[in-house]
């Protein structure tokens, strides 16, 4: 492996995805923010389960291998990636029934108009 580069990649993703929902005042770059962040997760998680000369679990011709992959991270990943699609549209819906009902994508006047 590179070192430490995959967690400092991991570390600036979620820190652009944190500056994103946190400073952006559109509806969209927060979704988008929150995109960031779960792609950062799965990095994360990806990263934990790599051994560097390791093998594949599934592969059974590999002879004597003293090391394998964890086969358990990127099986998380995978259900990851899944709820997260389940989010976003969830998240892109009620952000699309928003827009119609106040007709703004901005969360400053969103909350001014509340009535």
Do not use: C, W
């Amino acid at each position: 492996m590179i070192g430490n580069l995959p967690f400092i990649v991991v570390g600036v993703l979620f820190l652009i995805g944190l500056m994103a929902v946190l400073m952006e005042k559109n509806l969209i770059k927060i979704a988008i923010g929150i995109g960031i962040i779960e792609a950062a997760t799965n990095l994360f998680l990806i990263v934990l389960g790599y051994r560097t000369g390791g093998s594949i679990p599934v592969y059974t011709f590999a002879g004597e291998v003293k090391t394998m992959v964890l086969p358990t991270p990127q099986a998380l990943t995978l259900t990851a990636i899944v709820i997260a699609l389940a989010t976003s549209a969830f998240m892109l819906s009620l952000i699309i029934l928003l827009y119609r009902h106040y007709g703004t994508l901005n969360v400053d006047e969103i909350r001014r108009l509340r009535g």
